[in-house]
């Protein structure tokens, strides 16, 4: 096997194809595994450039972190890639207690070693910015300072109410973040800036990211400063985004792109979702405009360890809608409006277990009626349903120009039901009004 580019750890599922899809749509074939692979299984994608590993950090807490996380990084480290990245969210939604960023890269560092730790969150492919250590997300067309975007601000676990991601990692670590920002990266005198914020006893370096410039010198700067063993990293696919430029630049990726053919329609899907986003409401809004039937699920009665009587329930109704040939939206949340996350426990493994339950469901649905192309909805969602679907790594099957971030991924599996089916995972934030539709009819819209 050829030593990969790059190695990560998605602290979700959705996070982690995006990842793949910001790899694999530029040149760099990266395979995305649900756990850490046996040697038989990596060889079977020994031809890639990069590799993936999908957690569910994001959604955990630091003592969950300090059990789990230190396996996941001593295997992305075995792999030998010039750079391991510890992928989170672009929105950075985080907090002490739950997805402590900051204790993951405490950990990281003491896999990799004490060397400062690159974090880059801007990424423009995706309309998130960072400058002079600030971040600001897009939203319908605007964009916002975190701290004030109408939906971040009020998430329903991690509600971001700070933008300087310094004073926000201060609250999760004792490590000092160093800032690289936009003016520096633009100067003349950038790499100076960037030794100087890497060796002023700095544990964690922020570069600014906020257009198309200023990711090149990014990129730029990654790739001079990574460290012989394994350059451990933070951020999110605006990382890669960064690097994809400065390897197309020195010539070890081919110039032109790779091209992807289109699956295609199908006359029905299954979509399950865990989402209570707006931005998802609209999308089941859309479907239902369009040939889709909404089945509403209880959380409540998921989240219960005594689901049977809901699950069982709620399988029988979506198989009586694709008997009809019509796709169907199993929902736990039609929109914020509807969010019962006030009636399930956070330390209980309740909400992975909505998750899970979700995942039993959409199998049980496609193994009954042999469909063989499914979406996820859901950040949280996507990593605990997935799990139970046994698939033991994705691959890239077509990416959304419209909706970066949630690509058509292909599943691979010892399971023959599951093996080669197609599978869309989509954050919250994520993805156009028709995004359903457009997975349902197997190519990027108009």
Not at 86 to 94: A, G, I, L
Not at 223 to 244: D, T
Request: glycine share 10%; proline share 6%; aromatic share 6%.
């Amino acid at each position: 096997m050829q030593t990969p580019l790059l190695s990560y750890y998605g602290d979700d599922l959705t996070g982690s194809t995006d990842v793949m899809e910001a790899l694999s749509s530029q040149g760099v074939e990266t395979a995305l595994f649900l756990k850490i692979p046996e040697a038989r299984l990596l060889e079977r994608f020994a031809h890639c450039r990069a590799f993936g590993l999908a957690g569910t950090s994001r959604s955990q807490t630091p003592g969950w972190m300090m059990e789990h996380l230190p396996s996941a990084f001593v295997w992305l480290k075995s792999l030998g890639a010039d750079i391991a990245h510890y992928k989170v969210c672009s929105t950075f939604d985080s907090s002490p207690t739950v997805g402590n960023i900051g204790k993951a890269i405490e950990i990281g560092r003491e896999v990799f070693g004490k060397a400062p730790v690159p974090l880059v969150l801007g990424a423009p492919q995706i309309r998130r910015y960072t400058s002079f250590g600030n971040l600001f997300a897009a939203f319908r067309g605007e964009t916002y300072r975190i701290d004030r975007h109408p939906v971040m601000s009020r998430h329903p676990v991690t509600p971001m109410d700070e933008a300087d991601i310094r004073r926000h990692l201060s609250r999760q670590t004792s490590l000092k973040t160093g800032l690289v920002d936009i003016a520096q990266l633009a100067s003349v005198e950038a790499d100076a800036a960037t030794d100087f914020a890497f060796a002023e006893g700095n544990d964690i370096v922020l570069l600014d990211v906020a257009g198309a410039e200023s990711q090149a010198a990014v990129g730029r700067q990654l790739w001079r400063k990574r460290s012989s063993g394994g350059q451990f990293a933070c951020g999110s696919s605006g990382l890669e985004y960064a690097l994809v430029r400065e390897w197309r630049r020195l010539g070890l990726l081919d110039e032109t792109p790779p091209t992807f053919t289109t699956p295609g329609p199908v006359d029905r899907i299954v979509v399950v979702s865990g989402s209570v986003s707006p931005t998802t409401e609209r999308q089941i809004r859309h479907a239902i405009q369009n040939g889709f039937v909404g089945i509403g699920v209880d959380p409540v009665a998921l989240a219960s360890p005594d689901s049977g009587a809901e699950l069982k329930d709620a399988v029988a109704r979506g198989l009586a809608v694709l008997e009809e040939r019509r796709s169907v939206i199993l929902h736990t949340a039609f929109g914020p409006s509807s969010d019962r996350g006030h009636a399930i426990g956070l330390e209980d493994g309740s909400r992975h277990r909505i998750g899970e339950r979700l995942g039993q469901l959409l199998k049980e649905l496609m193994s009954r009626t042999g469909l063989r192309r499914a979406v996820i909805a859901g950040g949280d969602t996507s990593s605990h349903a997935l799990s139970q679907l046994s698939v033991d790594a994705l691959t890239l099957r077509l990416p959304l120009p419209q909706s970066p971030g949630s690509p058509l991924c292909t599943a691979h599996s010892a399971d023959p039901l599951i093996d080669g089916i197609e599978v869309a995972l989509k954050g919250g934030q994520i993805g156009l009004d028709d995004y359903f539709s457009m997975i349902r009819d197997g190519r990027p819209a108009a």
